[in-house]
């Protein structure tokens, strides 16, 4: 498949995507916020380094971005080209992800996962999603994933 943007442009643009990354992350800490819940950011000395972390709850929060860990959703797409560069490195990650997630679970902590698709788009259902992760959060599970609704290719 031939790209339609020549490498630099395309590189630009894929930068751009992990810069915008963290908008549905802002958009659950102010959900989450207004529901009272109060958290910490990024814990560097936590595996995984987990976007957010509710000591009290036992409970850390990944929001991942479809791209770059590798969603199976409508959200992700391999770039046109350099498609094995991007393959392996996205490959990696949702190994990491695995890891990261066994070594949580292991040490008692209680994980969420919210997947970008689930918070981008007409179809998000935000006061949903808020209900879900406030009952899970003040519930016992110890494993929760939000995602978008599947939509055909
Ligand atoms: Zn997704």
Redesign the pocket.
């Known amino acids: 498949m031939v790209d339609i943007v020549d490498p630099k442009t395309r590189s630009r643009m894929m930068s751009k995507i992990r810069s915008t990354h963290t908008r549905p992350e802002i958009l659950i800490r102010q959900l989450l916020h207004r529901q009272g819940f109060r958290f910490r950011l990024h814990v560097q000395n936590m595996a995984g380094k987990p976007d957010i972390v509710l000591p009290r709850y036992r409970a850390v929060i990944f929001v991942?971005g479809?791209f770059w860990h590798g969603?199976?959703?409508?959200?992700?797409r391999l770039p046109g080209t350099r498609q094995d560069f991007w393959q392996e490195k996205i490959g990696r990650n949702r190994e990491n992800d695995r890891k990261v997630l066994a070594i949580l679970l292991a040490s008692g902590w209680r994980i969420a996962v919210v997947?970008?698709?689930?918070v981008r788009g007409k179809h998000a259902d935000l006061p949903g999603i808020t209900q879900e992760l406030g009952t899970w959060l003040r519930g016992t599970g110890s494993y929760l994933e939000l995602?978008?609704p599947p939509v055909s290719r």
């Open positions: 991942h479809c969603h199976d959703c409508p959200l992700f997947w970008e698709c689930a995602r978008g």
